[in-house]
């Protein structure tokens, strides 16, 4: 029995190797276990991204499992892979949990043909609603009026804005999805948007990195995973019962948000061969719009009042700037947005330094690419560490400090920076950036019009973060003056 098993293990060590073994001529890395790879080192990777790369370079490869990924890194190198050699880096990798619970449909991992008539129904349905007078900056404007009363019930004192802000920016995703908004005491409402919330996977990343890795095994063991599915289960039906309900009083002539104009693609395309729109597709984009749209609008505003409370001077500085170009008798508008300068560097320096999609999504390659001095071959996970590019010293003067002034120029005019990339870059680019931009804005200029953010009395502002969906700061609570 025993040189059985000794054979045993060493036939498979023999076959791992030969099987994941770094293919000639592919980016240096750490050395990777048998069987498990890099996974130590993955545990950690948001936190070692960085110093693997100025260890092995702007180009380096690591083992998930079976599977060989390689990390960009730099402004230079992901814009040389993301937008030069775009193409043969669109596709999504095959990952086992993103394809049980979105069966290779929607946007956000979907590929080919699929994915491109997807993408572009959506961002065209995106445009039609960001104009015109039910557009979605009306939607932003009155829904702060919302959000603005629940903070003011606060009376100043001190509160965790977590909730209120998923509410807000859900609401802007509901708008868009089902034409209309819910009040923030509606419990179907609570419980759609408890499922796409930061908490629920908060230093988690465990689980998707074992579930990928080992998918056989994980499918059938209990655990956190299992729970996440059955979440993720749930808000399926949730969206198909809305779905249900829009069919009763759906008139293709007036489309009141995106689940009309999709109904009426599906009938518009009956018959058509190519067509990829049906009901469950729309099950699947409805939920990545939740799941790509709400999180992440909602963390880079926490982050922003956090910003605030640590830096009285800047919050200073902005509300005067709103206060002579705006005033306090009228709402912030997007025409705005040119008048403010010194606000709209703050935002940018916001999303800069708050990072919350730390290493992007993962990319594939589709055919054999060139990256550098290294030949990477087909199928192959890409990772664009967007870390590296936000932080990048060659491109930031001081890429570690709050500092608003990577957006000026010395007569303090706005200026665009290229290694600006929270959305990533190329083909995938986000594909609400538009929408997320004027939410940020927009809410960010009403708040800071109305309200003074500062922290409660006896404590200090922590930028400490946990890694969940996105990079979101760690709970705090917050005081809210009225102006
Ligand atoms: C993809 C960032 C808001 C919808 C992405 C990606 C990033 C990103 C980094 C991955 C791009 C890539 O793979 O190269 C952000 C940030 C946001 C934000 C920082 C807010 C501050 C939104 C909003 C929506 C949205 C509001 C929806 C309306 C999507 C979708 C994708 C995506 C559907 C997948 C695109 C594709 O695979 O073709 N986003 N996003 N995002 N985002 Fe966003």
């Known amino acids: 029995i025993q040189s059985l098993l000794l054979f045993t293990v060493l036939f498979l060590l023999i076959a791992d190797y030969l099987k994941t073994r770094r293919p000639s001529s592919f980016p240096p890395g750490p050395w990777a276990l048998p069987f498990v790879g890099n996974i130590f080192t993955l545990l950690l990777f948001f936190q070692t991204s960085l110093q693997l790369a100025e260890t092995y370079g702007d180009v380096y490869s ?186 009763k009083d759906w008139n293709p002539a007036e489309p009141r948000d995106y689940i009309d104009c999709y109904l009426t693609e599906i009938q518009m395309r009956k018959g058509d061969a190519e067509s990829t729109f049906d009901e469950e597709n729309l099950v699947i984009c409805v939920m990545d719009l939740f799941a790509a749209g709400s999180e992440t609008t909602s963390t880079t505003l926490r982050w922003a009042f956090l910003y605030m409370a640590k830096y009285p001077e800047i919050q200073e500085k902005v509300q005067a700037e709103i206060d002579r170009v705006i005033g306090q008798s009228r709402q912030p508008s997007m025409m705005d947005r040119a008048n403010l300068p010194y606000t709209d560097a703050v935002i940018h320096e916001i999303q800069r330094i708050g990072n919350i999609v730390p290493l992007s999504l993962p990319h594939s390659t589709n055919r054999d690419i060139q990256l550098g001095d290294y030949t990477v071959p087909k199928g192959v ?83 400490d973060f946990r890694y969940g969906l996105t990079l979101a700061p760690a709970p705090y609570e917050i005081s809210a003056t009225l102006r």
């Open 62 to 247: 690591l083992r998930m499992g079976q599977t060989w990924m390689v990390v960009l890194n730099g402004f230079q190198m992901l814009k040389e892979a993301l937008v030069t050699q775009g193409d043969s880096l669109a596709d999504r990798p095959i990952l086992p949990l993103q394809v049980d619970i979105s069966h290779h449909l929607g946007v956000i991992i979907s590929n080919g043909h699929l994915w491109k008539q997807q993408r572009r129904f959506a961002l065209s349905t995106l445009k039609y609603f960001g104009v015109g007078k039910n557009s979605l900056e009306h939607a932003i404007l009155d829904e702060f009026t919302y959000s603005a009363k629940d903070v003011t019930v606060h009376k100043g004192k001190r509160f965790n804005p977590h909730l209120i802000i998923n509410k807000t920016v859900s609401n802007i995703i509901c708008s868009l999805v089902f034409g209309h908004r819910f009040e923030y005491e509606d419990e179907w409402f609570i419980e759609l948007i408890k499922r796409f919330d930061n908490d629920l996977y908060m230093d988690r990343p465990t689980p998707p990195l074992l579930y990928n890795s080992f998918p056989l095994l994980m499918r059938r063991l209990p655990g956190p995973h299992q729970t996440v599915q059955q979440f993720w289960s749930e808000v399926k039906d949730m969206i198909r019962s809305e779905i249900k309900e829009h069919k």
């Open 381 to 463: 996970v890409i990772i664009p560490n967007l870390t590296s590019v936000l932080f990048d010293k060659r491109e930031w003067e001081t890429p570690y400090t709050f500092n608003p002034g990577h957006f000026l120029n010395e007569e303090g005019k706005f200026v665009k920076r290229a290694a600006f990339i929270p959305f990533s870059a190329g083909k995938r680019v986000c594909l609400g950036e538009n929408l997320a931009r004027m939410e940020i804005f927009l809410f960010f200029t009403s708040f800071m019009q109305q309200f003074t953010f500062s922290m409660p009395a006896g404590t200090k502002p922590v930028l």
